[in-house]
């Protein structure tokens, strides 16, 4: 069978574009198919590190960076702020439209924009991919990365049961007093509902600011025009975008022998933080790694043995974190370990899993016996859990029996 190209993509977001970027540069044709005009406006908070960003990528980011971070601020217990340093790396602000246009023109990929797939079939020799106008497209393999209402995962048979964290966002313009109130310093919000979390994301000439909460939360709008209106942001007359962001299901399928789903329409947001542009890049590259390395049978192990894996624990560290959060907060917002775990978490640096063990390190070693604490972490690390807690123990010793 002569197809159009070796692999299509269907979806020009992080997951879509980072798979065309990889694909390219191993050698595929690929044909990348965008449902929207680009650029596009796209509801998202827009916090991105830019270390992980050079690990992933070969080329520079500094034309899309719409404002840099310097320090980061934290509300909780009905006003009390705690504002750290934040290093260079850490959080940048991008616009997505300005971010998806320049991550695609990157890669290299050919590009078609305005094309909704309607249907998907696959055969042992390839993948067909159909528009609403009749028209058909072959390839090798197909990548459904086209959102959190993939068409590529219902026809492929790959839908799914999901957990959804809900969002609504807004870009606010500059007035003088926010400019000078915000700068460049995010804030985040813990208030109500207690399943999520508000922000203030300063931008070059707006505040991009939301609410998101784990689960179904009735009255989120209202939640957020009264947190915002309660830290001088007025809402009236701004439009007001609400989405779905799905988050893990480790008992999902996400490929088929020719079709693999990622980003959103696997289904990858990280549940504790609700970051989804991070783990759809990453997933974006192990989607062209298997193609690549003629092992699509296996990503969706992959994605488990990954991704999966680590958002299984963020869904554990947000169930522990959750009904306990003020106290969690007032304990944790003032001491630097807690701000410096939160800023590792943010840079990608390191996982939620990490950062729960080194905080049940910092809180517990105090008040439990070394071989008690080192035994629940085992539980889920495995790997020089004792050697962890004794070294913060004892500091100075090499190591333990």
């Given at each position: 069978m ?5 692999v299509?993509?269907a979806?020009?977001?992080?997951a879509?574009?980072t798979?065309?970027?990889c694909l390219q540069?191993?050698g595929k ?5 965008e ?6 406006y796209?509801a998202?908070g827009?916090?991105?590190?830019q270390t992980?960003?050079a ?9 899309v960076?719409?404002a840099?971070?310097?320090t ?5 217990n009905n006003g ?7 290093r ?9 439209d ?5 991550l695609?023109?990157?890669?290299g990929?050919?590009?078609?924009t305005?094309?909704r797939?309607?249907?998907v079939?696959?055969?042992?020799d ?8 009749g ?8 990548i459904g990365?086209?959102?959190a209402n993939?068409?590529?995962?219902r026809?492929a ?6 957990v959804l ?6 870009e ?6 926010l ?5 460049n310093?995010p ?5 109500r ?5 508000s922000?203030v ?5 707006h505040?991009s ?9 009735r009255d989120?709008?209202?939640h957020?025009?009264?947190?915002m209106?309660?830290h ?10 609400g989405?779905?962001i799905?988050v ?5 399928r996400l ?7 990622a980003?959103?329409a696997a289904?990858?947001a990280?549940p504790?933080?609700?970051?989804g542009?991070?783990p ?17 049978k296996?990503?969706?192990?992959r994605?488990?043995?990954?991704l999966?894996k680590?958002?299984l ?6 169930k522990?974190?959750?009904p306990?959060?003020?106290?969690c ?7 630097p370990?807690?701000?410096d ?6 840079s990608?640096?390191q996982?939620s ?10 809180l517990?070693t105090?008040?439990?016996?070394i071989?008690?604490?080192?035994a ?14 004794y070294r ?10």
């Amino acid at each position: 069978m002569n197809h159009t190209c070796d692999v299509i993509i269907a979806g020009g977001g992080p997951a879509g574009a980072t798979a065309a970027c990889c694909l390219q540069r191993g050698g595929k044709r690929v044909l990348v198919l965008e449902k929207e005009k680009l650029p596009r406006y796209k509801a998202c908070g827009g916090g991105l590190s830019q270390t992980f960003l050079a690990e992933v990528f070969p080329f520079s980011f500094d034309d899309v960076i719409d404002a840099r971070v310097d320090t980061i601020s934290y509300e909780y217990n009905n006003g009390v702020q705690s504002t750290v340093p934040c290093r260079p790396d850490v959080m940048a602000m991008v616009m997505r439209d300005k971010f998806d246009a320049y991550l695609l023109q990157q890669s290299g990929a050919e590009v078609q924009t305005g094309c909704r797939v309607t249907d998907v079939r696959e055969t042992p020799d390839g993948v067909t991919v159909e528009f609403a106008d009749g028209a058909r497209l072959t390839a090798d393999y197909l990548i459904g990365a086209d959102g959190a209402n993939s068409i590529v995962r219902r026809k492929a048979g790959l839908h799914q049961k999901q957990v959804l964290i809900g969002a609504i966002e807004a870009e606010v313009p500059f007035s003088n007093e926010l400019r000078a109130g915000y700068g460049n310093t995010p804030l985040f919000i813990f208030d109500r509902p207690r399943s999520g979390y508000s922000w203030v994301f300063p931008k070059t000439d707006h505040l991009s600011v939301g609410i998101g909460a784990l689960g179904h939360v009735r009255d989120l709008r209202e939640h957020l025009e009264r947190i915002m209106q309660g830290h001088g942001i007025s809402l009236a007359g701004i439009p007001l975008h609400g989405h779905s962001i799905p988050v893990y299901n480790p008992a999902a399928r996400l490929n088929t022998a020719r079709i693999i789903l990622a980003g959103d329409a696997a289904g990858l947001a990280d549940p504790f933080s609700g970051e989804g542009i991070r783990p759809a890049i990453r997933s974006g590259q192990i989607a062209a790694e298997a193609i690549l390395n003629d092992t699509v049978k296996a990503y969706t192990a992959r994605i488990r043995a990954t991704l999966g894996k680590y958002n299984l624990y963020s869904l554990l560290l947000w169930k522990v974190f959750n009904p306990l959060r003020d106290i969690c907060l007032a304990l944790g917002a003032p001491n630097p370990f807690t701000s410096d775990a939160i800023l590792d978490l943010l840079s990608g640096r390191q996982s939620s899993l990490d950062v729960a063990v080194k905080s049940f390190v910092t809180l517990w070693t105090k008040f439990l016996p070394i071989e008690i604490s080192a035994a629940f972490i085992e539980l889920f690390q495995g790997e020089n859990a004792k050697q962890i807690f004794y070294r913060k123990k004892y500091p100075g010793r090499k190591s333990v029996d």
